[in-house]
């Protein structure tokens, strides 16, 4: 006991020093890494010191991990879950009436489902718990992926002073540009907002352009990327002109407005391959809750080969930005890498682009081209290992068997 405090303290002692490097460089080969920018390796190494990774290449010798029958890539990333949605002890989605504490720990759950399953990385948009969470995995306290989170999420009415009884009313520009303002006091990464209505109840646009324009006007002054739920045409094209950063879901989206998001540099996140596949196999668990209703259910089974069809006219769009999100509610946490596989199988997204969205396309539209997304000298060493050769079998990327965020080994079950 007394050798293992001596031990901590001299670990302390060398961290607090700084500059003395308490760990040794771990080495990793691999058969074959792929750098989530289109490039790919054989039998390759990957070095790591101090967390980031120092140097890919060839190297003989001895390795900390010998990978050589897996392919390594950089850490998944997911811009779009809500990761403390979960089922409650009844089994539904209703959570009325947890405690705080159990809301807490079904978001240390899901974080954890997460992270062993790939995904180093992800985007939740968004709630208030979301923050402690946020804050206790970037202290290292508890495992969970990189997270970013929008705290709310704003609508038509966010910011307009509640009346008696009934919804508030419709929020007035000025309204909202605070609503902008609280929600990055309440320590939101980004702003969340709904340009639609629900595909369960139609999809049609909800926020006016004027709204628009306030939301993502007040965001871009603030630094604040935006990240718009726009199923409709219409929602797509007055978000896009509006100066929003990034459209969600668009499942109705045509040829006229991918073009439009690809002329104007903004990131697309469909979400076609696991969301609502994710809702139909649990749909007892949430039928009769808001609007998952039966009408609902069956929107959402309409909508599903219509996703398909938009999204094989995105992959024909030229220089649109499709980036990777999932739409992860309760019953898909872990499950995130299904909307790579629905991607590739159902609509022909070749394997390596599917990956590079999955990655360092990803990171560019978050912003931290500089930190994740790669394999590449200089970034974080968040890495996964697959069975298998995605590019030939984009299901190898299911077999997770190896994941690294930031240096530290989280999964190791070759
Ligand atoms: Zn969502």
């Known amino acids: 006991m007394t050798r293992i405090i001596l031990y901590f303290a001299f670990c302390c002692m060398l961290a607090a020093a700084g500059s003395v490097q308490s760990n040794p460089p771990i080495t990793i080969r691999a058969a074959r890494v792929l750098d989530g920018r289109g490039g790919l390796r054989r039998n390759a190494v990957v070095q790591i010191d101090g967390g980031r990774i120092t140097s890919v290449g060839p190297k003989a010798g001895a390795v900390t991990?010998?990978?050589?029958?897996?392919?390594?890539?950089?850490?998944?990333?997911?811009?779009?879950?809500?990761?403390?949605?979960?089922?409650?002890?009844d089994g539904r989605m209703d959570n009325r009436g947890e405690t705080a504490d159990e809301l807490a720990l079904a978001g240390a759950a899901n974080a954890w489902a997460t992270l062993i399953g790939g995904f180093t990385t992800v985007q939740s948009v968004g709630a208030a718990s979301d923050v402690p969470l946020r804050d206790v995995i970037a202290r290292g306290v508890l495992p969970g992926p990189r997270l970013v989170t929008s705290v709310r999420q704003i609508n038509e009415r966010s910011g307009a002073p509640r009346g008696q009884g009934g919804p508030p009313p419709i929020a007035t520009p000025d309204q909202l540009r605070q609503a902008v303002r609280d929600a990055k006091e309440a320590g939101a990464d980004l702003i969340k907002l709904f340009a639609s209505a629900s595909i369960r109840d139609g999809g049609k646009q909800t926020m006016t352009d004027d709204q628009l324009v306030a939301v993502c006007g007040e965001a871009r002054t603030l630094g604040l990327?935006?990240?718009?739920?726009?199923?409709?045409?219409?929602?797509?094209?007055?978000?896009?002109?509006?100066?929003?950063?990034?459209?969600?879901?668009?499942?109705?989206?045509?040829?006229?407005?991918?073009?439009?998001?690809?002329?104007?540099?903004?990131?697309?996140?469909?979400?076609?391959?696991?969301?609502?596949?994710n809702y139909l196999e649990n749909k007892p668990k949430f039928l009769g809750i808001g609007n998952y209703t039966e009408e609902g259910f069956a929107a959402m089974q309409k909508a599903m080969p219509i996703n398909f069809e938009m999204f094989r006219h995105a992959l024909r769009t030229p220089n649109?930005?499709?980036?990777?999100?999932?739409?992860?509610?309760?019953?898909?946490?872990g499950r995130n890498i299904e909307e790579a596989i629905v991607r590739v199988s159902e609509c022909g997204q070749k394997p390596m682009d599917a990956i590079v969205s999955l990655t360092s396309l990803s990171a560019e539209s978050m912003r931290m081209t500089d930190a994740i997304g790669a394999i590449a000298p200089g970034l974080q060493a968040d890495l996964v290992a697959v069975d298998g050769d995605p590019l030939t079998d984009i299901t190898a990327l299911r077999r997770v068997v190896f994941v690294m965020k930031g240096g530290r080994v989280y999964r190791n079950t070759r």
Request: glycine fraction near 10%.
């Open 65 to 89: 991990y010998d990978l050589s029958t897996l392919t390594l890539l950089p850490g998944f990333i997911d811009l779009h879950v809500h990761i403390g949605w979960h089922f409650g002890k």
């Open 225 to 277: 990327r935006t990240l718009v739920h726009a199923h409709s045409p219409e929602s797509i094209k007055a978000a896009v002109l509006a100066g929003c950063t990034q459209i969600e879901h668009g499942v109705f989206a045509t040829d006229e407005v991918l073009k439009l998001m690809a002329d104007k540099g903004v990131y697309f996140d469909p979400n076609i391959g696991l969301v609502l596949q």
């Open 320 to 333: 649109l930005k499709i980036v990777y999100g999932t739409d992860a509610v309760a019953g898909a946490h």
